[in-house]
């Protein structure tokens, strides 16, 4: 009797745990999408150095990702604009586009990288084709309650898109 039950309960758990996806780590502030992150350089590297150095890194280009500058303070050391990711969910060619507001504040010795304003554009038939924001098929997709199979894809596409994208802005800022 006691194996019987011992069997059973592992059997349960382990089927449990295969039901269970891997988790997504998005960050989020005030129940909105929102990547922060300081740096400091290693050098002393002056505010208008660096300044330089992100306007630059706004001019590459990356794939399947766009960057356009918007305004660009000196006095404040603060670059805004925008980001679009291609982000690719399925073999038959569906995609969705991810575009965000990006700023860059620089200051003697390092800098501030924000994304947020997060908004989701599917490609795919029989869906509108509109930008929306992604914080509610975020918050359905936690629920257990994703809009489509393709959500958990588009989801790994933001991280592995926005950490390439601060990676890329951290050795343009580190180049000497």
């Not at 350089?41 to 890194?57: P, T, V, Y």
């Not at 200051?107 to 509610?136: H, L, Q, R, V």
Request: aromatic fraction near 16%; charge should be positive.
């Amino acid at each position: 009797m006691f194996k019987t039950l011992l069997f059973g309960l592992l059997t349960l758990f382990s089927l449990s745990g295969l039901a269970q996806t891997s988790k997504i780590d998005i960050p989020m502030k005030k129940g909105k999408v929102y990547y922060e992150k300081s740096y400091r350089i290693d050098d002393s590297s002056q505010k208008k150095e660096l300044f330089k150095r992100a306007g630059k890194w706004f001019k590459q280009d990356f794939p399947n990702t766009q960057k356009i500058k918007l305004s660009a303070d000196k006095s404040t050391g603060e670059i805004t604009g925008t980001g679009i990711f291609k982000i690719v969910t399925s073999s038959t060619g569906n995609y969705y586009f991810m575009r965000f507001a990006i700023t860059i504040k620089v200051y003697n010795g390092g800098y501030t990288y924000i994304a947020d304003k997060f908004y989701e554009k599917p490609i795919e038939s029989g869906i509108s084709n509109e930008y929306s924001k992604i914080e509610y098929r975020w918050w359905d997709y936690r629920q257990g309650k994703p809009w489509s199979k393709e959500d958990e894809t588009l989801f790994r596409g933001i991280v592995s898109n926005e950490t390439a994208l601060m990676a890329s802005l951290e050795v343009e800022m580190n180049n000497r």
